[in-house]
Structure formats: structure tokens, C-alpha cells
């Protein structure tokens, strides 16, 4: 009897994205046959993407946005614009465009012909994906990563189709085989406001690792990692209590942060803290 085919739909590397390399894992060696469909649009992350792949018990097929040929490169630039003029009619006209999220129907393309016998669905742009895939009589299966329709700061959200993305939520959790989050608040925050069924909760968590082996001179480190380093994700009051620590400790940031942000992050902590505090970029984590 051949495998169930599992196919899981993101927008974004794998090296951006742990928890779905970990459910890719866990189902590929649990011995279903897995496929990985998602967005190729960063060089830097494609390098960790090829790590990750090797040995690997699914596979992958990308919507390439970093074709190396002509037309692909054409074909990649008509998308981005795409999406950039989406953007700018949800701000200005409010307009309910997919591609706003980014290249929804593209990643569709690719989904409908795909053979599988469950779809799983993760971030908005795969949302919308799911819900086409639900009304085309496939099987899906939602994981809210984040409450989508509720993240970030208002300044932050002018360009986002608010009414679709919470009309794709309402739907996911109503009609979805099952639905996943990243915790019990989460969950029943989304079963309170949708109904459906109240997700699965499965943490943004790994195995404890044994302690690792420390000189005496060396502070431990808190770690810390999301794809955009930004306000409104909680950093800032993370700042004010370790500044207020007694013991030596350090800070790692991994993540994407600009000039300004860093700055203003550092500017709040005593002179002596500052040198405690590294930055690292997404692709730093391969």
C-alpha cells in the first residue's frame, strides 16, 4: 500500500520557518510521503534551504522567484510588482486582494495539480490557498502560527486585507479537517472568536538539549529568534528586565533588524550592557 501523500504550503524558506522543517520531519519519518511547497525569494536563505534538504525526508517545490534566466527573472519582477500594487490599493481603496499577502494564486497553481491526500496550510498566504483547496473538495488541515489577522502595530497594518484574512480564518477553523496553534491562549482565543473546532496545541518548542559544556568567564546567553526584529513583538520589555538583572548574562538576536531598530533597542540599555547584546541575520542560523 503506497504512503499518504502530505502536502504542506508556506510562503517563505525553510530556514525561516523551524516549525514547519519540524512537522515536515516528523511526518516524513513517520512514514508519510511529504512535500514541501513554499516561495524561493532569498538568496541568502536558499544557501541554509540546501543544508536543511540534505538527507531530508520530504521534498520540495518552490515557486522560484530567483530564476537565474531572463525570463524567469522578468517573470519574477511582474509578480513582486504584483504584490507591491496590491499593497497600495488596500491602502488606498481598501481593495481585498490575495496578492497582498503575496503570490497566493501562483502558489495555487502549483497546489491544484499536486496529487495529495492531506494539505496543510500555514501564514496567510497559504490561507487563502486553503480555503480554494476546501472549496475544490480537498482535504486541509490549518496551522496558526500566529493570529494573523491581529498581528502587528496599527502603523503596520494599512496595507494588509484585514476583512479577507479574517473571512480565510473563520473558514479554516469552521471547515479544516483539524487546526493547529502555538498555545492554549491562542487556541481558545480563535475557537472563542471563529468556532469550529478548538485547535490542536503543538509549542514552538524543541527537546532540551544536555547543558552545554561553559568556561567559567563565558555568562550565559538568552536567545532569541523571529523573522523581523521590529516593535511590537515584546523585545522592548525583554530590555527592560534584563537591564535590571544582577548576574551576567548576554543577549543573542537572530533575525532580520534595520539600523534604526538596533539603535534604538541599545539606547535604552545601560553603556555597559551594550557590549552584551549581538545581532545576527536570518541567514546566520545554517
Given amino acids: 500500500m503506497s504512503p499518504q501523500r502530505i502536502l504542506i504550503i508556506s510562503a517563505g524558506h525553510l530556514s525561516r520557518n523551524p516549525r514547519i522543517v519540524k512537522e515536515a520531519e516528523t511526518l516524513g519519518r513517520a512514514g508519510y510521503e511529504v512535500t ?14 540546501v543544508e536543511l534538504l540534505r538527507n531530508a525526508p520530504y521534498r520540495r517545490v518552490m515557486l522560484d522567484l530567483l530564476a537565474p ?13 504584483q504584490i507591491w500594487f496590491a499593497r497600495q490599493l488596500v491602502r488606498r481603496l481598501r481593495w481585498q486582494s490575495p496578492l497582498a499577502f503575496g503570490p497566493a494564486p501562483g502558489l495555487l497553481a502549483l497546489a491544484r495539480p499536486h496529487p495529495a491526500d492531506l494539505t496543510i496550510v500555514h501564514i496567510e498566504t ?9 472549496r475544490d473538495g480537498r482535504r486541509v488541515a490549518a496551522d496558526f502560527e500566529d493570529w494573523h489577522s491581529e498581528d502587528l502595530l496599527p502603523e503596520d497594518r494599512t496595507s494588509r486585507p484585514l476583512p479577507l484574512l479574517r473571512e480565510l480564518e473563520r473558514e479554516l477553523m469552521q471547515k479544516a479537517v483539524y487546526t493547529s496553534t502555538t498555545s492554549e491562549a491562542l487556541a481558545g482565543a480563535l475557537h472563542s ?6 485547535p490542536i496545541v503543538l509549542t ?3 527537546p532540551l538539549q544536555p547543558h552545554p559544556r561553559r568556561t567559567p568567564a563565558t555568562p550565559p546567553a538568552f536567545f532569541w529568534f523571529s523573522q523581523t526584529l521590529g516593535a511590537g ?3 522592548e520589555f525583554f530590555f527592560m528586565a534584563w537591564a535590571r538583572t544582577q548576574k551576567p548574562s548576554r543577549v543573542v538576536l537572530l533575525g532580520e533588524a534595520s539600523s ?3 539603535e534604538k533597542l541599545l539606547a ?19
Fill in 36 to 49: 514541501v511547497l513554499t516561495v524561493r525569494n532569498h538568496a541568502a536563505a536558499e544557501f541554509a534551504d
Fill in 69 to 81: 534566466d531572463h525570463v524567469g527573472r522578468l517573470n519574477a519582477r511582474y509578480r513582486r510588482f
Fill in 126 to 134: 497559504a490561507f487563502w490557498v486553503g480555503r480554494q483547496l476546501l
Fill in 193 to 198: 472568536r471563529y468556532g469550529g473546532s478548538r
Fill in 204 to 206: 514552538n518548542s524543541f
Fill in 233 to 235: 513583538r515584546g523585545l
Fill in 260 to 262: 534604526i531598530y538596533r
Fill in 268 to 286: 535604552g540599555l545601560p553603556p555597559e550592557r551594550r557590549a552584551l547584546v549581538s545581532f545576527s541575520p536570518a541567514g546566520a542560523a545554517r
